[in-house]
């Protein structure tokens, strides 16, 4: 459904989309262990493959998909027929590879998804979704629907600068659309220690202050590790091997800072419990 000024629809539980302006940072790798994590740790998220064109959600988990997001948006099937279980109580809700046809939607596709992630997400206590690279018409559309964005960049100059430009594109939109969407948080991947993520959160942060008067928060950071790349050729998230490794630290930070980015989420909850 697309509102009258154009938005869409809002989901019905807290929508983290993780997302980064250059390919290959980690942004997959990211949503995944965060995902498992955060079931791990008790929620019931759902996990979205928003990489539409190029979906690899299902390959890191290795996870069959009788039917995917292609399906739903076809009329084929509803969204919920294409959710799968992955571990931990996580669920999936996974996207095609190779079709070339869902690397852009049009505008009615777009709102069919953002109606259909709506409606779905009301079985769900927060949505992860895992988005394409760079700033095209549905990363951005995906933002304007999001509660918080996380920013996935690299130390590297060019993936900074990528970085800062999608930051900036989604400053723009958020004028455009009343100042709705988030300033994002940060994650920065592929780093040599926690002093190395911190001096390069900093300085994103400062050109971000200075630009465009917004400040992007670090939610966290992963280090370089041959865990995490043999976790993605092996198809096993590393969050599902050992607690104690720096990575999977790093991932329970991470966990923690966005539970703490969803308080009305752990409220209600609390609120169902108690
Ligand atoms: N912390 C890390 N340490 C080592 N290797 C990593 C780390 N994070 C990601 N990688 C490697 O980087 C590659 C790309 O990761 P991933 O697919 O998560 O990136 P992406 O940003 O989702 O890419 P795309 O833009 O294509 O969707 C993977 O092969 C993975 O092995
Ligand atoms: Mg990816």
């Given at each position: ?17 993780v997302?980064g ?5 980690g942004k997959t790798?990211v ?121 996935v ?122």
């Amino acid at each position: 459904m697309i509102a009258h000024d154009g938005t869409l629809a809002r989901l019905r539980a807290p929508f983290l989309l993780v997302t980064g302006g250059k390919g290959g940072v980690g942004k997959t790798t990211v949503a995944v262990n965060l995902a498992l994590e955060l079931a791990r740790t008790g929620k019931r998220p759902l996990l979205v493959d928003l990489d539409l064109g190029l979906a690899n959600v299902d390959v890191l988990m290795r996870l069959t998909t009788p039917r995917t997001l292609e399906d739903a948006l076809s009329g084929a099937c509803r969204f919920e027929d294409c959710v799968v279980a992955a571990p931990h109580g996580l669920f999936v809700l996974p996207a095609s590879s190779g079709v070339a046809d869902l690397a852009a939607l049009d505008p009615e596709r777009r709102a069919r998804l953002a109606s259909g992630l709506a409606e779905l997400s009301a079985r769900y206590d927060c949505v992860i979704g895992d988005s394409a690279a760079g700033i095209g018409a549905d990363v951005l559309a995906f933002a304007t629907q999001a509660d918080c964005v996380l920013v996935v960049t690299t130390p590297e100059p060019a993936a900074l600068t990528d970085a800062y430009g999608l930051i900036k594109a989604l400053d723009e939109l958020a004028r455009t659309h009343g100042g709705d969407v988030p300033t994002p948080e940060l994650l920065i991947n592929l780093c040599d220690g926690v002093d190395q993520a911190e001096l390069v959160g900093r300085k994103l942060r400062a050109v971000c202050e200075r630009f465009l008067a917004r400040s992007p928060r670090l939610a966290g950071w992963l280090p370089r590790s041959r865990a995490v790349s043999e976790s993605v050729s092996t198809q096993r998230p590393f969050v599902l091997g050992s607690q104690r490794s720096l990575e999977s630290h790093c991932l329970r930070s991470l966990a923690e800072r966005v539970r703490r980015l969803f308080p009305s989420a752990d409220a209600s909850l609390a609120g169902l419990k108690g």
